[in-house]
């Protein structure tokens, strides 16, 4: 199964669509500031729960970020735990008093 994530900002949330379709199978809900970006909701389809789309999500929206320079809130549950098992985004997450430099 091919998951391709975008970025829809006029929805505030990353979708992860299925088969080279328009067929949502996911979405990560988001709040956005110049800096910073806070994931607040997930939401995987029942129908592909367990198949990586929350994964995937999470990846393509933190390597954005990254790539942007922006700090990550994770307000959502699945983000925080997925970013906990991922030490490799840790450096992403916002601390009160952190900055974003070049």
Excluded at 1 to 19: K, L, N, W
Excluded at 31 to 46: G, N
Excluded at 74 to 99: K, N
């Amino acid at each position: 199964m091919t998951v391709t994530v975008i970025d829809v900002p006029g929805a505030s949330r990353y979708e992860a669509r299925v088969g080279g379709t328009d067929q949502v199978a996911g979405f990560a809900h988001y709040l956005r500031a110049p800096e910073l970006i806070a994931f607040v909701h997930t939401e995987v389809d029942p129908a592909f729960e367990g198949q990586g789309i929350g994964g995937a999500l999470a990846r393509h929206s933190l390597d954005a970020a990254r790539e942007q320079g922006m700090r990550v809130v994770a307000v959502c549950p699945f983000y925080a735990g997925w970013i906990a098992r991922h030490p490799e985004y840790a450096d992403l997450m916002y601390e009160s008093g952190s900055r974003v430099t070049d």
